[in-house]
Each structure stands twice: as C-alpha cells, then as structure tokens.
C-alpha cells in the first residue's frame, strides 16, 4: 500500500493554468503506474490521464487532451497533472491514483487513491 496526498487544487479563472501534485510515501512510486481522475458526475470516477511507471506512455481523456500534461519524478517519488487553458468544466474533487505494474483508463483498476483536491474554474 503506497499512501497519496494530492495538492495544488484552488480557485482560478477559466484560461488559467494550475498544477496538481501527488506526493507518495511509504512505498517507491517508480512500480507504480499513476493517473489523474475527477469524481465526475457519474457513479465512477472519470479518467483524465495516467502514466505508466517508466513515464514512457502517457494517456489523455479526449476532454483534457492538448490542455493537461501528467508527468512524474519517481526520484522524488511525485507525479503532477499540469492543467493549461482550464475551463468551468474542469471544476471538481482531482485524485491520484496508482497501481503496480499497470496502466489503465479506468478508476477500478487502481488500488491506491489519495483523498483528493478541489479544483473550481470560475468565469
């Protein structure tokens, strides 16, 4: 069990660029394949981006895709989601997730989960 902290989360305009950031701690994030989700308005989380544990491949939702990077520094055990050109509909809870090995688009391939950060968009 690897512990996730998310930050970064805040109020900003819509155009605006803000990044979030997962801190890792008790295990080594580098087994890890990590992803970003939003809670959505669904029943499960909805998938902004992931990346595998080498950073090797990177995955996008179609809503993000050309707007948000994910990146991570395994050396110090952090992933971040840069958000460029946020829009109100990016307002919501941001999680980080992570999984050994293992990189999916979907919230219950993962086994890890920080408590999440608010992010609100306003016009």
């Known amino acids: 069990q690897v512990q996730l902290v998310e930050s970064g989360g805040g109020l900003v305009q819509a155009g605006d660029s803000l990044r979030l950031s997962c801190v890792a701690s008790g295990r080594t994030l580098s087994d890890y394949a990590v992803a970003w989700f939003r809670r959505g308005a669904g029943n499960e989380r909805e998938f902004v981006a992931a990346i595998s544990w080498s950073g090797g491949s990177t995955y996008y939702a179609n809503s993000v895709k050309g707007r948000f990077t994910i990146s991570r520094d395994n050396a110090k055990n952090t992933a971040d989601l840069q958000m460029n050109s946020v829009k109100p509909e990016d307002t919501d809870i941001y999680y980080c997730?992570?999984?050994?090995?293992?990189?999916?688009?979907?919230?219950?391939?993962?086994?890890?989960w920080g408590r999440g950060t608010q992010v609100t968009v306003s016009l």
């Open positions: 997730a992570a999984q050994e090995r293992f990189v999916a688009r979907t919230a219950d391939e993962y086994d890890n």
